[in-house]
């Protein structure tokens, strides 16, 4: 059984095929039968593979989307996949819409798999997590983690990715119930 893995496309280019892309989603999504019989659903992402007319048995589609929209000539899709990014489904809506690059972050904890492939931060500028038994937390920055941990624990934390998660360690350890609590700081690698 996989860990599942939440991952977020931000499919940017010309204003025309942002919009095909974004009716395609919508057509699958009303859809009342799915395309390809699966054990996902209607938004299986072998039906949007499909639906781009690629071959959803030549690529990974373990997953489905939970949910899309539009804003300019960007289109965002948030899936849950299992383990990582589905990177055939990626390469399917390059392929179909030439003028789209398809940026995407994945975060997967069971794993320890954090990775985006925004290298500018255009598109996902945060570049650390922590994922705790609260809200999750995102920033741009390890000074601006560093900072929000100080005023967590109360004293100063150094900038690194080392310090942070030790302080947090710590904090826990001293909390009445310690198995209550959770802090788990993880850094985006930028990949290719």
């Not at 859809?31 to 072998?46: C, E, P, S, Y």
């Not at 939970?66 to 809506?93: F, H, K, L, M």
């Not at 179909?96 to 069971?110: A, C, L, Q, T, W």
């Not at 904090?171 to 198995?179: I, L, M």
Request: net charge negative; hydrophobic share 30%.
């Amino acid at each position: 059984m996989p860990t599942w893995c939440d991952t977020t496309y931000k499919c940017v280019g010309d204003l025309k095929e942002v919009r095909e892309l974004h009716k395609g989603l919508r057509y699958i999504d009303k859809r009342k039968t799915t395309i390809v019989k699966n054990g996902f659903g209607t938004m299986w992402l072998g039906n949007l593979v499909t639906k781009l007319g690629g071959d959803w048995e030549k690529y990974r589609c373990r997953g489905e989307i939970t949910d899309y929209a539009i804003e300019g000539n960007v289109v965002t899709i948030y899936q849950s996949t299992a383990w990582c990014e589905q990177e055939g489904v990626r390469e399917c809506i390059e392929k179909k819409f030439p003028s789209i690059k398809v940026y995407y972050r994945e975060e997967e904890p069971g794993c320890d798999v954090y990775y985006t492939n925004d290298d500018t931060g255009n598109y996902f500028p945060e570049r650390y997590f922590l994922d705790c038994y609260e809200e999750p937390q995102y920033w741009r920055t390890i000074e601006e983690a560093a900072k929000w941990v100080e005023e967590l624990v109360g004293h100063s934390v150094e900038s690194t990715f080392t310090a942070i998660q030790d302080a947090l360690d710590q904090y826990v350890e001293k909390q009445e119930n310690p198995d209550d609590y959770f802090y788990s700081f993880h850094e985006f690698q930028v990949v290719d």
